[in-house]
């Protein structure tokens, strides 16, 4: 009886611990999954005209989408330019200026924000730019992904602001130092590579997002004129292009996905292992 | 100008205060701003949807309609395949994330643990329409050719699974929010589980408990709250999930008692009918899809955050 419990008990043990180990390789085997099927069908169809030539009217083969990276270039630059440095000042607050009652909030607020759909993040930018202006444009969907941007840098700088050693801001302090010169001296510098790193981060995820993209920044088949244009977009390519009807615009979907996937992943890689090496990345 | 010793130090301490405070304002204006552009959005959405809002009033949430000809509006469907679909991504990432968190944080030693979870990372790290490319060309064939029909034969007794099968559908979208929630799932669980005190493991090893007993009767429990935490987190990313849903849902406005039918998700309606919607009925009743998508992810959103503070504190007492 007792020897027979102990049997049972131990196959337990060993089933569900097996259990677990297979469900994480199923997880990180998708990872890989993906990767593959994207390396497969991408690397088919990507060449050179991909990243020269202007997209074809549908139903034509080849032509490339040479605008939509300079589009997805241009946007989010433009909202990397409003959105950290807002984040960033907004993240010194929080970490060194705090007070009791109001640093609470915003910190509580910058979650949410971060987690509002992204699709609800457009329709603000829709309301506030493309229907004064009465027109889609890159600005609107900067706009977009600012809003986007800014939780996610606000709480990274937060965090690593905060694991610089308290000793580091005495030692400013007492030499004499007034509080901005020792965060703006001292702290920020001891802090930059994981800020950095959350900034990188940062912008490697909106650079991915396409769902505010669809009626802010719209698309465009030629090269757009500026900020005030409608501009296309590597991700809204994707999107378009995937759901056509045509062969030829699947193939440029793939080889658009295979390019988005390297950029993201090069800048996550770059930023988790080689400048954050040693220090822990919070996930946004 | 001071002409005393101590008026010079007075005028200095003056000037490095004026310079904090400065420093203080402006910092404490950009953080204000994270507030303001929170209420602008709020309040654009619902300024903005002010038209059906008074037109259908509640009616909008309990109707099944959505006629953009008659201008006939209603958001029921929607939020169906919203729920719908979120909720089968939880079944399915639940398990899938809790195990693995629980072979991260128990079972694997450190260094494969964090390069697995470095790869968990990355698996969050890709864009959703890169997702919604891959369900589209590699799961929608395979659902269709193997999964729906498997599904049918052997449960098609249940009205879950009747009806016609294309591949596309309110299961195949389920299926791609889990493997996109399950990274949420992992990443925030495993840090729960990593916050449970040494000693709670001890102890229960020492009383005689298999590994699997301490880690699921006293590890698990110990971190409930940030798991249920990580669960909410990953359950509002899933209701507005946008661009893999809309290009596996099927987009077809209808409630169906079959998994394998078509159906629409809010989030997939506004991506995919706003930026053509013309008329302004039609694009209030998007904006008021909008403003109901925002409430459902902000109540989970809080509830989640709430959660995960609480565990952080309590394993921070360590």
């Known amino acids: ?284 | 100008m001071a002409t005393t010793v101590l008026g010079t130090a007075a005028v200095r301490r003056r000037t490095t205060r004026t310079g904090d405070e400065l420093a203080r304002l402006i910092t404490w204006a950009f953080a204000a701003g994270i507030l303001l552009v929170t209420l602008l959005l709020v309040w654009q959405l619902w300024s903005t949807s002010a038209l059906t809002r008074h037109k259908f009033g509640f009616h909008f949430l309990f109707s099944s309609t959505w006629n953009p000809v008659t201008e006939e509006f209603g958001a029921l469907p929607f939020i169906y395949g919203t729920v719908v679909t979120s909720f089968l991504a939880l079944m399915i990432s639940i398990p899938l994330g809790l195990g693995s968190a629980i072979f991260l944080s128990e079972l694997a030693p450190a260094r494969i643990s964090n390069a697995l979870t470095f790869l968990v990372e990355l698996l969050a790290a890709i864009p959703s329409v890169i997702y919604g490319l891959l369900a589209l060309f590699a799961l929608v064939p395979l659902m269709r050719s193997y999964g729906d029909p498997l599904l049918k034969h052997t449960l098609g007794f249940l009205p879950l699974f009747k009806g016609p099968a294309f591949g596309f559908g309110v299961l195949t979208a389920g299926i791609v929010l889990s493997i996109m929630t399950v990274p949420f799932i992992i990443s925030v669980s495993r840090e729960a589980l990593l916050a449970v005190p040494r000693e709670q493991r001890e102890a229960a090893l020492a009383l005689g408990a298999t590994r699997w007993e301490t880690t699921w009767q006293v590890v698990v429990p110990y971190a409930k709250l940030g798991i249920l935490g990580s669960i909410f987190l990953g359950l509002a990313r899933a209701l507005g999930e946008t661009m893999a849903v809309t290009m596996v849902i099927g987009n077809d406005p209808k409630i169906s008692a079959s998994l394998l039918d078509t159906g629409y998700s809010i989030a997939a309606v506004i991506a995919n009918e706003f930026s053509e919607a013309p008329g302004a009925t039609y694009q209030s009743a998007l904006i008021e899809l909008g403003l109901v998508l925002f409430f459902l992810t902000v109540v989970i959103n809080g509830l989640a955050r709430l959660m995960i503070v609480a565990t952080t504190k309590k394993g921070s007492k360590r």
Do not use: C
Request: cysteine-free; aromatic content about 10%; proline content about 5%.
């Open chain 1, 1 to 284: 009886m007792m020897s027979g419990n102990r049997v049972w008990r131990k196959s337990v043990n060993a089933v569900m611990l097996s259990v677990t180990a297979v469900f994480t390789i199923l997880t990180v085997s998708s990872l890989f999954l993906i990767l593959g099927y994207l390396v497969f069908y991408g690397g088919r169809s990507l060449d050179w005209n991909f990243f020269t030539k202007l997209p074809l009217p549908p139903g034509e083969v080849g032509g490339g989408m040479a605008s939509a990276i300079v589009g997805s270039a241009e946007i989010v630059g433009v909202a990397a330019l409003i959105g950290l440095p807002v984040g960033f000042l907004a993240g010194i607050y929080l970490s060194e200026f705090e007070d009791k009652r109001f640093a609470p909030i915003v910190r509580y607020v910058a979650d949410l924000l971060n987690g509002i759909p992204s699709v609800v993040v457009g329709l603000l930018a829709w309301a506030l730019v493309v229907v004064p202006t009465k027109t889609f444009s890159a600005l609107a969907g900067s706009i977009a992904l600012s809003v986007m941007l800014i939780p996610i840098v606000t709480r990274q700088t937060e965090q690593f602001l905060r694991e610089v050693p308290l000793s580091l801001r005495e030692g400013a302090l007492a030499l004499g130092a007034n509080k901005w010169k020792t965060i703006a001296t001292v702290v920020v510098p001891a802090g930059s590579k994981g800020i950095l790193t959350g900034m990188i981060l940062g912008v490697a995820r909106i650079a991915g997002e396409s769902a505010p993209l669809l009626f802010t920044a719209f698309s465009n088949q030629f090269w757009g004129g500026g900020l005030t244009q409608p501009t296309a977009s590597l991700p809204v390519m994707i999107y378009t292009h995937a759901i056509s009807a045509y062969d030829d615009w699947h193939r440029q979907a793939w080889a658009a996905g295979l390019v988005l996937i390297a950029m993201v992943l090069t800048a996550n890689i770059l930023a988790r292992l080689v400048l954050a090496k040693g220090i822990s990345v919070p996930r946004s």
